[in-house]
Nanobody, 116 residues
Framework: QVQLVESGGGLVQAGGSLRLSCTTSASTFNSNTMGWYRQPPGKQRKLVARITKFGDSHYVEAVKGRFTVSRDAVKNTVYLQMNNLQPSDSGMYYC??????????WGRGTQVTVSS
């Protein structure tokens, strides 16, 4: 059974910030690279940031310099700090394993809406 609980989304103005959180099971957290996926309305879900179990992070070009992914091994939680948000960042955000071929289910996600 998938144990992924995302939170922290909301409505912000362009230029604002949000911090997303994702809590999962210890086994998932400790064994996998974890990532944040974004699904804009009517579009496919895509990976925007990931962090390895060793703490190495990677970002798609569109969010580099604005988003920071981190992880807390004590809380089995992955975070996504999002700064200087733009309307194009709007969508449902999900955390999960990376790569997608390792995914067995999805959480409910958290909605981010950025107004211009």
């Amino acid at each position: 059974q998938v144990q992924l609980v995302e939170s922290g989304g909301g409505l912000v103005q362009a230029g604002g910030s949000l911090r997303l959180s994702c809590t999962t099971s210890a086994s998932t957290f400790n064994s996998n690279t974890m990532g944040w996926y974004r699904q804009p309305p009517g579009k496919q879900r895509k990976l925007v940031a990931r962090i390895t179990k060793f703490g190495d992070s990677h970002y798609v070009e569109a969010v580099k310099g604005r988003f920071t992914v981190s992880r807390d091994a004590v809380k089995n939680t992955v975070y996504l700090q999002m700064n200087n948000l733009q309307p194009s960042d709007s969508g449902m955000y999900y955390c999960n394993k990376v790569p997608e071929s390792a995914i067995t289910g999805w959480g409910r996600g958290t909605q981010v809406t950025v107004s211009s």
